[in-house]
Each structure stands twice: as structure tokens, then as C-alpha cells.
């Protein structure tokens, strides 16, 4: 039997560590990428769960720890910049024996890219364009290198996955708009609290600042219907929605907004749930938010390292029958997906209360925070988040 090639569309979280998994267990892998190289935006992500076990078996846990942002609490800030309320994030991992770390997500690629880099190819600076199947394998054509066929081919291409459009459907046929949009910038200097992240709430709308390793990350959340027209690559248009939507709120916003205006590394997109009745179709599967988004309270980086190690098994386990292991890794992986893409509401109603009594009424609770009880709930709900946007944002 000739080794098995595959096809991985995205270099992010969930590409690379399939990669890594799968030429472990003697696959040969390619992995393409439309981004010129790994990316440079620096939004923290939680390694945490299941993903703390896959990392440890990479060899990569120590390296993760050591790029660690070391946030020790959250603080809620009112319009002229006083403490209204603080949750003690030691606490609630000591409460919770969590092993989690929190990294950037720049330093969470390129840590697993290196993982992975010598037993896989890269091709960055391109993008698939059509896939044509037949019961033996899968013609790709890409953008730029010339067609190849390889016999799978992988989308963790994230949440607008050019692998799910071409094999799947257009995306508004799985995309599901939660009534939020996350933006996140980086700021020139250090934060000015330290290790913690400052939060400041107005009626349906969070701004953040959070400290990430001496460069400190702004962030904005916001409550809005689908906007008309939206444009994920739109800068300008995104500079726009920002600074429109948080015209007149106090604290360091209007400090931020000139900001926004200024930046040319804005990154604005929706909160928005994946959802299909099934992650494959023949000899193309989907990975991580490109299958299954979450959302932005959702642990989606430690999902995708999670799944990434479940397909991987799965496929080496039947690697003659893919449809047979695709459908192996679906029925495990949800177990882990499906819980989490019902908290979006709660989680939402922590962060970004929609009135001023729930913003009162939610600084008001972090007083009470960590009970034994409920730590490990409210751990989950404040700190979990869709990739790539920031922790705490």
C-alpha cells in the first residue's frame, strides 16, 4: 500500500497539528496557506482541556508555558477609569486545578508549525481553487502551483473556509451571525495595569486592553445585527463600524478610536457559529472552525488541537476507508463541540450585558468570585473564546 497523501488547507492552529499527527503516523502531508507566512496578529488564546494532553505528547508544552502572557486578573473599569469590580483569574485556575496557559496566537502557530515544519510541506502564498473527487482521490488546483492530486484533502481553513465553500456550499449556508462583532488591535507599549486586563462596558458594548508580553492588545466587542455588505477583508470599512458604533463612551475610548483610525493591522469580523448535519463529504473533511465555529466564547483553539489529534487517530486507524474515520472522528469530536455552542448566551451576557443594570448587576457578582461552587463555570464562560479573537475581549 503506498503512504497516504493529504491535503491541509490553513496553517493556524488546527492545520499544523494535523500535520504533525499524521506524519507520525506515516502519512505524507501538505499544508497551504494563503497567507504570504504565519500570522503576526497577536490575539491571546487559551491552550486548555484536552489540548494541554496533545500539546504535552507534541513536546511543545514547555515552549507554550514560557510564550505564556501571565494575565493574572480582570478588571472592571466605569466610564472615568475606576475599578467597579476584579476577578482574580489565580484563583479561579487554582479553584479549578486548571493546566491551561494563555498565548498569543502568533506564538501558538509558529510554535506548532515548528512542530511540524521538517515532516511536512508548506506552501504558503496560496489558496485552493476547485476540487474534483472520484472514489480513488482528489484533483486540487490551486492559485498558483500547478494541480496535484492527493488522496484527502483537509479544510481547517477557519470560519470563512475556502475548502467548506468549494466542497460544502456558500457560506451563509452554515455561517450563523450571534449578534456580536469582535475587533482587535495592537497598541505601541506596554498596558498600564500590569498583568491585567481592563475592561469598560457601555449598554451593549465592551472596550479592552490587555497585556501581551510588554505590547499591550486593544480590543472592542459589540452587540449589532448582521451588517449589510460586510466585508471581512474591508479595512477601512471596519474603521468605520468601530469607531461609529463607540462614538462618545468614556475611559481610554476615544484614546482608542484615534487609534483605529490610525492602524493599518484592524482585524474586525463577526461572532458566528459553523454548523453542518455532517463535517465530510467523500474524501474532503473539515477541521476546526471551519466545521464547527463556536463562537467567540468557545474554546476554539483547544478544540481544533483537540480534533486535529482525534482525525488524525481516526485516519490512521482505517487509513484504506477515510469515510469510515471521518465519520469516527465526527462522532468523538462532537462530543466536545456541541456543549460549547450552547454557553454563547451566557457568556455574552458576562461580557457585554446588553443595559446598564446588567453591567451593574455583572460587577456587582465579581465580588463574590471565586466560589468553589461555581468556579469552574464562570472560569469557562469569562475566559473561553473563539480564535483569534482576545482574551477577555
Known amino acids: 500500500m503506498t503512504t497516504p497523501s493529504v491535503l491541509i488547507s490553513g496553517a493556524g492552529v488546527g492545520g499544523p497539528t494535523l500535520a504533525y499527527w499524521l506524519a507520525e503516523r506515516g502519512f505524507r502531508t501538505t499544508v497551504v496557506e494563503r497567507a504570504a507566512g504565519l500570522r503576526t496578529s497577536g490575539n491571546p488564546v487559551d491552550v486548555r482541556g484536552p489540548a494541554v494532553e496533545v500539546a504535552e505528547r507534541m513536546g511543545v508544552m514547555e515552549r507554550l508555558r514560557e510564550a505564556a502572557t501571565d494575565v493574572t486578573a480582570m478588571s472592571f473599569v466605569n466610564g472615568s477609569g475606576r475599578q467597579v469590580g476584579r476577578v482574580n483569574m489565580r484563583a479561579l485556575q487554582r479553584a479549578t486545578g486548571s493546566r491551561e496557559v494563555e498565548v498569543t496566537r502568533t506564538d501558538l502557530a509558529r510554535i506548532l508549525y515548528e512542530a511540524g515544519r521538517d515532516s511536512a510541506e508548506f506552501l504558503f502564498d496560496d489558496t485552493i481553487t476547485?476540487?474534483?473527487?472520484?472514489?480513488?482521490g482528489v484533483e486540487v488546483t490551486f492559485e498558483k502551483a500547478a494541480p496535484r492530486?492527493?488522496?484527502?484533502?483537509?479544510?481547517?481553513?477557519?470560519?470563512?473556509s475556502t475548502t467548506r465553500r468549494i466542497a460544502f456550499g456558500p457560506e451563509e449556508d452554515?455561517?450563523?451571525?450571534?449578534?456580536?462583532?469582535?475587533?482587535?488591535?495592537q497598541l505601541n507599549g506596554p498596558a498600564e495595569h500590569g498583568k491585567d486586563v481592563v475592561l469598560h462596558n457601555a449598554p451593549g458594548r465592551m472596550a479592552s486592553v490587555h497585556p501581551v508580553r510588554g505590547r499591550a492588545l486593544a480590543a472592542f466587542i459589540f452587540r449589532s445585527p448582521?451588517?449589510?455588505?460586510?466585508?471581512?477583508?474591508?479595512?477601512?470599512?471596519?474603521?468605520?463600524?468601530?469607531?461609529?458604533?463607540?462614538?462618545?463612551?468614556?475611559?481610554?475610548?476615544?484614546?482608542?478610536?484615534?487609534?483605529?483610525?490610525?492602524?493599518?493591522?484592524?482585524?474586525?469580523?463577526s461572532v458566528s457559529q459553523v454548523r453542518l448535519d455532517r463535517w465530510s463529504k467523500g474524501r474532503v473533511a473539515l477541521l476546526g472552525d471551519a466545521a464547527s465555529s463556536v463562537s467567540l466564547f468557545?474554546?476554539?483553539?483547544?478544540?481544533?488541537?483537540?480534533g486535529a489529534y482525534t482525525l488524525a487517530e481516526e485516519l490512521a486507524a482505517s487509513p484504506a476507508d477515510p469515510r469510515s474515520a471521518f465519520a469516527r472522528y465526527e462522532a468523538r469530536h462532537r462530543t466536545l463541540v456541541d456543549p460549547k455552542q450552547?454557553?454563547?448566551?451566557?457568556?455574552?451576557?458576562?461580557?457585554?450585558?446588553?443595559?446598564r443594570t446588567g453591567i451593574a448587576a455583572r460587577n456587582l457578582a465579581t465580588h463574590l468570585w471565586p466560589a468553589a461552587?461555581?468556579?469552574?463555570?464562570?472560569?469557562?464562560?469569562?475566559?473561553?473564546?473563539?480564535?483569534?479573537?482576545?482574551?477577555?475581549?
Not at 476547485?130 to 480513488?136: I, K, M, N, R, Y
Not at 468557545?298 to 483537540?306: F, K, R
Not at 450552547?342 to 443595559?355: G, H, I, K, Q, R
Not at 461552587?373 to 475581549?393: E, H, I, M, V, Y
Open 226 to 269: 448582521a451588517v449589510q455588505g460586510f466585508d471581512h477583508r474591508d479595512i477601512e470599512q471596519h474603521k468605520r463600524i468601530v469607531t461609529d458604533t463607540y462614538a462618545g463612551d468614556g475611559w481610554r475610548v476615544p484614546e482608542l478610536l484615534d487609534r483605529v483610525r490610525a492602524a493599518d493591522d484592524l482585524w474586525l469580523d
Open 342 to 355: 450552547n454557553n454563547v448566551a451566557m457568556a455574552a451576557s458576562l461580557m457585554v450585558p446588553s443595559t
Open 174 to 185: 452554515f455561517v450563523r451571525h450571534m449578534g456580536l462583532y469582535v475587533a482587535t488591535m
Open 149 to 160: 492530486r492527493f488522496d484527502l484533502v483537509i479544510g481547517a481553513d477557519g470560519l470563512h
Open 298 to 306: 468557545g474554546d476554539g483553539s483547544t478544540l481544533a488541537m483537540a
Open 130 to 136: 476547485s476540487l474534483s473527487q472520484d472514489g480513488g
Open 373 to 393: 461552587a461555581t468556579a469552574g463555570r464562570l472560569r469557562n464562560l469569562l475566559t473561553s473564546r473563539r480564535d483569534p479573537a482576545p482574551a477577555a475581549a
